[in-house]
């Protein structure tokens, strides 16, 4: 039997839920550690981070000197580097910081800012090194994670379509919340994966997996504001975990961030 | 042939009374058809199975504007609650199939094909824009020359209850279209509300032989004129009511023609390509075809699934894909409903449904949209 590829999965700026998805995996994650030799990983395995990885999972957004550094190490060590989750893919909740007074939100929050170390603002991990391919969400959903792996294995593309939420919306055939309650919803502009989970439960999609393709947020912002959002109020809902995406960044943007 | 002199035959018509609706579909449950009806749930009235004739909505009505969609209490009547969100495509050409199963082992690997779906459908409720929109599906998915197999095996064992309209939603255009308020072909039996509260009764039209079998199990009396007068006037009065229309004169021609208009650029500021509207459409039939492999690597399956001209993904071909702006897109699926599905199928692609304009988020109008294609320039 050849030696099984060796997968190592990184945590930067992050709350760990993205790497709780794979142990999250239960019945699956004997064939994962069958498919792959769990070489790295924190939170599961006790050895050391050496040598060179087939597949890196990296977590997480960059929000330190010391993460700016590290995450050149992992590239320069992996074949195929794959974020997982909003912060690792767009910069996380944690990027709210970003253009706003780095060091006046530290004093706000910590009794000694001077002990801590960190960036302005907290980045994507593409803004730092090539990314080969990416998982949305937070948390990424789990199947999207098996698929990806099985996917990289047998060499084929892996479906993680970049279209709209609407569409899992329909394939399950849940009924619109937008159209049916008049509840804001992002769907039509945020990525899909999820399988529409929330407007299964009678409420509008967050934006966790982050924007589509061509997402045309001016659109939908005008329909939220026909249905009474205000415009404090859509800017607030593209300013989540997915804060620093380009086009959820310039939506909020225009509808005058406060 | 059957015979059509017999009592009970094709064409012929007869009355039962409100109650008959659930008696109809404890019958077809009893005959052990999946019977698809009209089911209240989340704030609207979709299509789905039925273990039980009193889960059928009744006594609700709807409110349908562009982008907008609410169901309201009000009444006893089973039918006026016009049309939902859910296709009747949903179950003729469900939005997930795994197509063929390969397992791999030691002796090599196995291909094997899904077998083809043993359904026995009842359709209970279906609109006359919807059963021309059946019409639609079939001439696309069994017309050509390599007909879907799991699509004819579907079809062919479902049987058609048609509902006759005589209420109209705001969204409603298929008066103009040809396509309705009242059915003339194409189903088993078609029925028509009569009266309310206390004097509902049905009028039952056959359009088939298995039709007419269910008439025994129903408790039928023969219609009288008066009860088909008054069914035409129902239907008059709701292609009466219709605000929306599409004139189909020329149409085909006049969208070709207005493949540079300036209005495409208008709609792509509105459009989200969210795929909402070919998602509901009845008459959307494109699916895309994917491989999957487990993580073992000993198992793969060929899946299809719903997909949408609306998809950056769907026109790629080597290099890129070819439809990249949502101008282009919309354009796409406007011209196809309403221009070259007739080069394609000899008919149009659009019943007059209003589903695309009701379940638009931000409700793009087609009927709206093709008059100001068919302006000319400003
Ligand atoms: S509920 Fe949201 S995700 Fe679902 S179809 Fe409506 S807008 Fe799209
Ligand atoms: S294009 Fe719109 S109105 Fe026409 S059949 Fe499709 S959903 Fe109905
Ligand atoms: S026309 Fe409406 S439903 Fe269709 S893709 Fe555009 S925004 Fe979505």
Request: negative net charge.
């Amino acid at each position: 039997m050849p030696p099984r590829p060796r997968l190592g999965v990184f945590k930067f700026s992050s709350c760990d839920g993205c790497q709780l998805s794979l142990l999250d995996c239960e019945r699956e994650l004997l064939d994962v550690a069958g498919a792959l030799e769990i070489a790295y990983f924190a939170e599961a395995v006790s050895a050391e981070d050496t040598g060179h990885y087939d597949v890196a999972l990296v977590e997480g957004s960059v929000t330190t000197e010391a993460e700016a550094l590290h995450i050149h190490d992992i590239r320069a060590r992996s074949t195929t580097l794959v974020t997982i989750g909003a912060c690792a893919t767009s910069g996380g909740i944690q990027a709210l910081k970003n253009g706003g007074n780095a060091a006046g939100f530290l004093k706000m929050v910590y009794p000694t800012p001077a002990w801590l170390h960190t960036l302005e603002s907290a980045t994507a991990i593409s803004d730092h090194v090539k990314v080969d391919h990416e998982l949305r969400g937070c948390p990424i959903s789990k199947h999207q994670l098996l698929e990806l792996i099985a996917a990289l294995l047998a060499g084929r593309r892996p479906q993680t379509e970049p279209h709209a939420t609407c569409l899992e919306c329909k394939l399950a055939g849940q009924v619109c919340v937008m159209v049916a309650e008049g509840k804001p919803c992002l769907g039509p502009v945020t990525h899909a994966g999820c399988g529409a989970l929330c407007p299964g439960y009678a409420r509008g999609c967050y934006g966790c997996f982050g924007p589509k393709e061509t997402a045309n947020t001016a659109s939908l912002s005008a329909q939220l504001g026909a249905l009474g959002e205000s415009p404090a109020r859509i800017a607030r809902a593209f300013s989540t975990f997915n804060t620093n995406a380009p086009e959820f960044r310039a939506e909020a943007e225009a509808q005058g961030d406060d | 042939m059957p015979d059509v002199r017999q009592s009970g035959a094709m064409g012929e018509a007869f009355v039962m009374d409100g109650g008959g609706i659930e008696r109809l579909a404890a019958h077809l449950l009893a005959e052990g058809r999946s019977v698809v009806a009209p089911v209240a749930r989340d704030g609207a009235v979709v299509y789905d199975a039925i273990e039980d004739p009193a889960e059928i909505a009744r006594g609700v009505r709807i409110d349908s504007r562009p982008g907008h969609y609410r169901m309201e209490r009000d009444g006893t009547a089973w039918f006026d609650h016009v049309i939902g969100p859910t296709p009747w495509k949903r179950f003729l050409h469900p939005p997930r199939e795994t197509l063929y199963s390969m397992t791999r082992s030691d002796d090599g690997i196995e291909v094997e094909a899904t077998p083809l779906p043993q359904a026995s459908f009842a359709f209970l409720g279906v609109r006359p824009c919807d059963l021309a929109a059946i019409g639609v599906l079939d001439r696309v998915m069994t017309g050509g020359a390599h007909p879907d197999p799991r699509y004819a095996a579907r079809r062919n064992g479902t049987l058609i209850i048609a509902v006759n309209c005589r209420v109209s939603a705001e969204t409603c255009f298929c008066a103009s279209m040809g396509s309705g308020p009242r059915a003339d072909a194409g189903y088993d039996l078609a029925l028509s509300e009569l009266g309310t509260g206390a004097q509902t009764r049905f009028l039952i039209e056959v359009g088939s032989a298995a039709g007419s079998a269910l008439l025994e199990a129903l408790d039928v009396a023969p219609a009288t004129e008066a009860d088909l007068a008054e069914a035409r006037w129902n239907a008059a009065a709701a292609a009466d009511a219709q605000t929306r229309a599409i004139e189909t004169e020329g149409l085909a021609r006049d969208i070709r023609a207005a493949a540079e208009h300036p209005h495409w650029d208008e709609v792509a500021t509105r459009c989200l390509n969210c795929t909402n509207c070919t998602m509901v459409c009845p008459t959307c039939f494109c699916s895309t075809t994917v491989e999957v492999s487990d993580l073992t690597g000993a198992h793969a399956e060929r899946q299809q699934r719903w997909d949408s001209c609306f998809n950056v993904g769907f026109s790629h071909l080597h290099g890129g894909a070819v439809r990249q702006s949502g101008r282009a897109r919309y354009r796409q699926w406007l011209t196809h409903k309403l221009s070259t599905w007739e080069d394609q199928f000899g008919e149009l692609g659009c019943t007059g449904c209003g589903r695309c304009i009701a379940w638009c988020p931000v409700g793009i109008d087609i009927t709206e949209e093709a008059a100001s294609l068919r302006r000319t320039e400003p």
